[in-house]
Nanobody
Framework: QVQLVESGGGLVQTGGSLRLSCAAS????????MGWFRQAPGKERELVAA????????TIADSVKDRFTISRDNVKHTVYLQMNSLKPEDTAVYYC?????????????????WGQGTQVTVSS
């Protein structure tokens, strides 16, 4: 099993920045492809960013392109989401996910493990 723990969420003003972290533990050899998703009230969970095991391939959703960056540290078994120029529409619970596959995964259905989520609130 893989456990994922997110941290770094909170309340920030429009234009501010936050860095989310997701630390994997347990059978970390199964936490290869990683992704960040978010879910706002009344909306479906959506992909924000994804990264392959090597870090050489990434996906960033159009809605956050040029503002968010995904990265990872495989020594620390941690993936990060740097969020800049935050907007009220970025308010959501942000979830970290991991998959056993080493490639880049954009399909939410292919992720095997999920964290509990961290709240990000952007005030106007």
């Amino acid at each position: 099993q893989v456990q994922l723990v997110e941290s770094g969420g909170g309340l920030v003003q429009t234009g501010g920045s936050l860095r989310l972290s997701c630390a994997a533990s347990g059978r970390t050899s199964n936490a290869n492809a990683m992704g960040w998703f978010r879910q706002a009230p009344g909306k479906e969970r959506e992909l924000v960013a994804a990264i392959s095991w090597s870090g050489s391939s990434t996906t960033i959703a159009d809605s956050v392109k040029d503002r968010f960056t995904i990265s990872r540290d495989n020594v620390k078994h941690t993936v990060y989401l740097q969020m800049n120029s935050l907007k009220p529409e970025d308010t959501a619970v942000y979830y970290c996910a991991a998959a056993r596959s080493i490639g880049l995964i954009n399909d939410i259905r292919l992720y095997d493990y999920w964290g509990q989520g961290t709240q990000v609130t952007v005030s106007s």
